[in-house]
């Protein structure tokens, strides 16, 4: 037998998902997980089974709710789904995801549009930080299509504005949560900032590649993929989350200069997979770590001002985020950071899981 639980299929920036209102699923997080593993079909095969797209920027979910925190509208809980494997991981925030949270929550009358556009202050369950998702609402309605073009997703849409509003320590607690703004690891110079996302930051050099290398060419270098992770195996012990093989946090970058431009680039990862473009959260990140003096991103490209763009090259285009930057008694002080986004309805409907997922439903 089976069970249909209403969802919404949306892009989020250069990700695509399932939303859950949060009163459709069990609170009970073991049978929440075997919904979404039967949702997303990661059993094996490529997810063939399922809605998942077989990748991880295509396996992923957002559980938005009423809001559990006093300055928030609504609750938004992330969950990174294996694609071969029967895992939920909601260790991690998504930025790209969080970008179709407010049409999500206004669609689902979790939150009242209004003309011409909605501010929502999301709670990310995942890190107890609250984030500004300003979505285009004429009349009240989430509007879908526009002008706004981000790198790495064909055609234009309707521009979201998402502000992180309090992202230092969104997983660890603290800025540099090793304590220092750059570790030797294994005589590899490291970077480990939590900005919105736990990211272990290295030059490419320090690693044997120039940092311009294809994802596709990265993932089947083998011998360079087991050097990075045996480097985020120690970085997740230094940044305090202990035994990490297992978990998605810390991610990873890559960074180098481009050689005609001189601008930053990054090549950033999942972490088992190179990212065919780039996180939000991973760009909020190395946008705070071009602001910090000795970090591996500040000693290619320092952030020229105080505060201002920052703009990092992807295998697909370019990301800029805009970062709040001051100086108090000599010592930098990070504050909101913006980016802008896109987000579009793709399929509304019921997800069908077997009954088993969910036994009292089926009963």
């Not at 959260?281 to 763009?309: E, I």
Request: net charge negative; charged share 20%; with cysteine.
């Amino acid at each position: 037998m089976l069970i249909g639980i209403p969802c919404t299929l949306m892009r989020g920036g250069t990700s695509r998902g399932l939303f859950f209102d949060a009163r459709d699923l069990p609170s009970d997080t073991r049978l929440r997980d075997s919904i979404l593993v039967s949702a997303m079909g990661s059993n094996g095969h490529g997810q063939i089974d399922g809605v998942g797209g077989g990748t991880p920027l295509t396996s992923k979910v957002a559980i938005v709710g009423r809001s559990t925190h006093p300055a928030a509208d609504v609750d938004y809980l992330f969950a990174q789904v294996g694609v071969d494997r029967p895992v939920v991981d909601t260790s991690p925030n998504c930025g790209n995801m969080l970008s179709g949270v407010a049409a999500f929550a206004i669609e689902r009358n979790l939150v009242r549009g209004r003309d011409p556009e909605t501010s929502v202050i999301v709670h990310n369950v995942n890190t107890g930080t609250l984030i500004e998702v300003i979505q285009k609402t004429p009349r009240g309605e989430p509007n879908y299509l526009g002008d706004t073009v981000i790198d790495g997703v064909p055609g234009t849409a309707a521009p979201v504005k998402v502000n992180f509003l309090d992202a230092i320590g969104a997983v660890t607690g603290t800025l540099l949560p090793s304590g220092a703004v750059s570790n030797v690891i294994d005589g590899v110079t490291v970077s480990l900032i939590d900005m919105a996302m736990p990211v272990m930051i290295v030059d490419a050099r320090s690693v044997g590649a120039t940092g311009l290398e294809t994802p596709d060419d990265i993932d089947h270098d083998r011998g360079l993929k087991m050097r990075l992770e045996a480097l985020r195996l120690e970085a997740g012990r230094l940044m305090g989350l202990g035994d990490v093989s297992g978990r998605v946090v810390p991610k990873m970058a890559m960074v180098a200069l481009d050689p005609e431009s001189g601008a930053l680039v990054v090549r950033y990862f999942t972490p088992q997979t190179c990212h065919t473009s780039l996180a939000v959260t991973g760009a909020v990140c190395l946008a705070a770590a071009a602001a910090l003096p000795g970090s591996v991103v500040h000693q290619l490209q320092p952030l020229a001002a105080p505060g201002g763009q920052v703009d990092i090259l992807h295998p697909k285009g370019q990301f800029t985020v805009e970062l709040e930057v001051s100086l108090e008694a000599g010592e930098t002080k990070i504050g909101r950071a913006s980016v802008l986004r896109t987000a579009r309805k793709l399929f509304e409907g019921e997800v069908k899981v077997p009954a088993t997922a969910w036994p009292r439903v089926g009963q």
